[in-house]
């Protein structure tokens, strides 16, 4: 298996909602990351963790919640949204620390805030 | 932190022609080199990658060279076709990186049939 699988593909919620985006890969890698990506924009950090801990927090809002579970999965809670929060929601993943691996990058899920 | 420009910003070639983007980044210690490959409403895709003790790659019609003391690294496509249209970020990783790829803004590029 050589894919980021993320769901889901889409999600509209209210600025009262909580919702979470699921992120999955089960090709060994030890680095996950989620990304922010806007229209017209390259993708924007927002947390990495490596080996199952949070190495980086971009200094993200609180509304963004991360967590790691297991080696293999990924998930981004999200709680109490803006509508500026609308965007692309990348999960990605790599072979390890370092960051001279290439990333393989999940479909994303589109969130649209109303 | 590393700072990566990315030229032109959009691109149109005629198919068959070469497509060539720049980017130019700022950490010397930077040692990674991906390029991704967006198409509309897609994922990006790594396409091809080089590391700093590499100076050139090829991978079929796509080349990057790296230039270290310039810091430099340009994207070469060759006899290009219109499943090429998409958008290309550079990217560059410094040794210290903890994982941070730094995108460059990206580029447009439109093959014209």
């Known amino acids: 298996d050589t894919e980021v699988t993320q769901t889901p593909k889409h999600l509209v919620m209210g600025m009262t909602n909580k919702k979470s985006l699921k992120c999955e890969q089960h090709?060994?890698?030890?680095?996950m990351y989620w990304y922010k990506q806007k229209a017209k924009k390259p993708p924007e950090l927002m947390f990495v963790?490596?080996?199952?801990?949070?190495?980086i927090n971009e200094s993200v809002p609180s509304r963004f919640s991360p967590e790691c579970p297991n080696s293999s999965l990924l998930n981004l809670h999200l709680h109490a949204l803006q509508p500026e929060d609308s965007a692309l929601y990348l999960c990605a993943s790599s072979r390890g620390d370092g960051g001279n691996y290439g990333y393989t990058f999940g479909s994303g899920t589109r969130l649209t805030v109303v | 932190g590393e700072n990566v420009e990315q030229h032109p910003s959009t691109l149109s070639v005629q198919e068959g022609d070469s497509a060539v983007i720049k980017c130019t980044y700022s950490d010397s210690a930077s040692n990674y080199f991906p390029w991704y490959k967006q198409e509309l409403g897609k994922r990006p895709q790594l396409i091809i990658d080089?590391?700093?003790?590499?100076g050139e790659k090829k991978d079929q019609r796509i080349a990057v060279t790296l230039n270290k003391t310039a810091k430099h690294f340009s994207l070469h496509i060759t006899e290009t076709q219109p499943e090429d249209s998409a958008v290309y970020f550079c990217?560059?990783?410094?040794?210290?990186?903890?994982?941070?790829?730094?995108f460059g803004k990206g580029n447009q590029v439109v093959v014209i049939p």
């Open positions: 990217a560059a990783v410094p040794y210290y990186g903890n994982n941070r790829l730094a």
């Open positions: 963790y490596s080996y199952e801990k949070l190495s």
């Open positions: 090709m060994g890698h030890r680095a």
């Open positions: 080089i590391r700093s003790n590499v």
